[in-house]
């Protein structure tokens, strides 16, 4: 199982960015996804997650309105739409499988800052 | 709002035994199942625990989970240095149709 986790970048407030995951060595239509952050020196928090097929989506409050988290079964690829960034999104992004996550990428991080 | 809570530190020696608590409430962990996780410095975290008590594959047995009630624990035996890490619990909360982890407790090998 490998998650590969990029698209991170410096943005300023207000910004856009879109994150994603790489998937391989299971069947990745098979599994829930979730992204998970965490703001440095600070503790998880869990974002958004997403069925195998798509059809349902939960986010955490926070984010609900300025994130959306989809898939491509077809690509093994999981996609998290960051818009209107805020400073405190800034966090390294962890995408995971399923529900809890049992194997997580090596993150990828998200910078919002003026 | 549904909060999730952890004592900020433990610690032990080599060879004790720790646990470190998790305390939620029935809209969490009393009506679902509790993860745990190990996190070192630097790295992503490591599930430890799932279903309140089942280890994956690759786990020792030093480590256990037990639920009560709206309470968790997670228990390791043996102490060793390599444990020392960052541990967190995590539960589906059923108000916020969302996942809750805990705030994360630094385990100390002294």
């Known amino acids: 199982v490998q998650l590969v986790e990029s698209g991170g970048d410096l943005v300023q407030p207000g910004g856009s960015l879109r994150l994603s995951c790489r998937a391989s060595?299971?069947?990745?239509?098979?599994?829930?996804m979730n992204w998970v952050r965490q703001a440095p020196g600070k503790g998880l928090e869990w974002v958004a997650q997403?069925?195998?097929?798509?059809?349902?989506?939960y986010y955490v409050d926070s984010v609900k309105g300025r994130f959306t988290i989809s898939r491509d079964n077809a690509k093994n690829s999981l996609y998290l739409q960051m818009d209107s960034l805020r400073v405190e999104d800034t966090a390294v992004y962890y995408c995971?499988?399923?529900?809890?996550?049992?194997?997580w990428g090596q993150g990828t991080l998200v910078a919002v800052s003026s | 709002q549904s909060v999730v809570t952890q004592p900020p530190s433990a610690s032990g020696t080599p060879g004790q035994r720790v646990t470190i608590s998790c305390s939620g409430s029935?809209?969490?962990?009393?009506?679902?199942?509790v993860a745990w996780y190990q996190q070192l410095p630097g790295t992503a975290p490591k599930l430890l625990i799932y279903?309140?008590?089942e280890r994956p594959s690759g786990v020792p047995d030093r480590f256990s989970g037990s639920k009560s009630g709206t309470s968790a624990s997670l228990a390791i035996g043996g102490l060793r240095s390599e444990d020392e890490a960052d541990y967190y619990c995590?539960?589906?909360?059923?108000?916020?149709?969302?996942?809750?982890f805990g705030g994360g407790t630094r385990l100390t090998v002294l």
């Open positions: 995590a539960t589906w909360d059923d108000s916020l149709s969302g996942w809750l």
């Open positions: 029935s809209s969490n962990i009393g009506n679902n199942y």
């Open positions: 060595g299971f069947i990745f239509s098979s599994y829930w």
């Open positions: 997403i069925k195998r097929d798509g059809s349902e989506k």
């Open positions: 279903r309140n008590n």
């Open positions: 995971g499988r399923d529900v809890p996550p049992d194997y």
